[in-house]
């Protein structure tokens, strides 16, 4: 699947903008991973630390959306303490989550 870089929204593998905001769209992949509670922070620090990810979506089992995670706030640490907060609550309520990677090539 193809997502757009900004709002993230799904496209069409042929897409050049996407059809909800209209920002120009660049080639992107996703990767999916499951990963169990206690290894989510850690996992997710590890992506982050690649330096090639524009956004990092969590999802429980049922793949409801539980956080989504821009990659600015990555570049920018300071900022990137709440979101960790955020992940410690989230590896206490689900017992596995899913990881979807997005890379810009």
Request: glycine share 6%; hydrophobic share 45%; with cysteine.
């Amino acid at each position: 699947m193809v997502y757009c870089a900004k709002c993230g929204a799904e496209l069409n593998e042929e897409a050049r903008f996407c059809s909800a905001c209209g920002t120009s769209v660049k080639k992107t992949t996703s990767e999916e991973v499951s990963v169990a509670s206690e290894n989510l922070i850690k996992r997710v620090k590890e992506i982050i630390h690649e330096g090639n990810v524009t956004r990092i979506i969590i999802k429980d089992e049922n793949d409801k959306l539980l956080l989504e995670i821009p990659a600015t706030v990555g570049v920018i640490g300071v900022l990137f303490a709440p979101w960790l907060a955020a992940l410690g609550t989230i590896a206490g309520i689900a017992t596995n989550a899913k990881l979807i990677i997005i890379r810009e090539e």
